[in-house]
T-cell receptor, first 110, second 112 residues
Framework: DAKTTQPTSMDCAEGRAANLPCNHS???????VYWYRQIHSQGPQYIIH???NNETNEMASLIITEDRKSSTLILPHATLRDTAVYYC???????????FGPGTRLSVLP | DSGVTQTPKHLITATGQRVTLRCSPR?????VYWYQQSLDQGLQFLIQ???????AKGNILERFSAQQFPDLHSELNLSSLELGDSALYFC???????????FGPGTRLTVL
């Protein structure tokens, strides 16, 4: 079973920030939080990952709470092409046998 | 483009048959992972290889097998196919523990 809980679906207006939450209350001290997305039936696309600190890259920002029991993926200016299923995964970096849950289906609306 | 390639893109076959799916990892990546995505099960980890050796097994059926060759490409063999094996099959590769997985475009298998 996936170790994360995400909303089934979310809508976001084009140009606005999309904030996707994830709960991972049973995360272990050395487990990372990874985010991937899948557009239609394409291969999952890596977005970002982090351990404790907040992370930012050209695609998104990852905010991890201090107790590490939840996190939020932020797409700062959502576009229609960001419509996808977003997966939040927790796992160790040495194995990475990812357990995918159902994810959040994000719809970016014009 | 992740740099991971998979062939074929689509495969249609009949029940009872055997097929081979191929994955070429990103240049320099030693680890290959295979996943199955069906409509009712979501993305499920099947098996991992590292530099030619099996490293971890997930929900892989006994009818399925895989290997990784010296040039690091990998093949997933599916035999005695059943209707329920129809799915998308993805492979992913990874360089080392400082890296994460990068997925290929997948092979869509349809068993009729």
């Amino acid at each position: 079973d996936a170790k994360t809980t995400q909303p089934t679906s979310m809508d976001c207006a084009e140009g606005r920030a999309a904030n996707l939450p994830c709960n991972h209350s049973t995360i272990s001290g050395n487990e990372y939080v990874y985010w991937y997305r899948q557009i239609h039936s394409q291969g999952p696309q890596y977005i970002i990952h982090g351990l404790k600190n907040n992370e930012t890259n050209e695609m998104a920002s990852l905010i991890i709470t201090e107790d590490r029991k939840s996190s939020t993926l932020i797409l700062p200016h959502a576009t229609l092409r960001d419509t996808a299923v977003y997966y939040c995964i927790v796992g160790y970096n040495y194995g990475q046998n990812f357990v995918f849950g159902p994810g959040t289906r994000l719809s970016v609306l014009p | 483009d992740s740099g991971v390639t998979q062939t074929p893109k689509h495969l249609i076959t009949a029940t009872g048959q055997r097929v081979t799916l191929r994955c070429s990892p990103r240049s320099g990546d030693l680890s290959v992972y295979w996943y199955q995505q069906s409509l009712d099960q979501g993305l499920q980890f099947l098996i991992q290889y590292y530099n030619g050796e099996e490293r971890a097994k997930g929900n892989i059926l006994e009818r399925f097998s895989a290997q990784q060759f010296p040039d690091l490409h990998s093949e997933l063999n599916l035999s005695s196919l059943e209707l329920g094996d129809s799915a998308l099959y993805f492979c992913a590769s990874r360089r080392d523990i400082t890296d994460t997985q990068y997925f290929g475009p997948g092979t869509r298998l349809t068993v009729l």
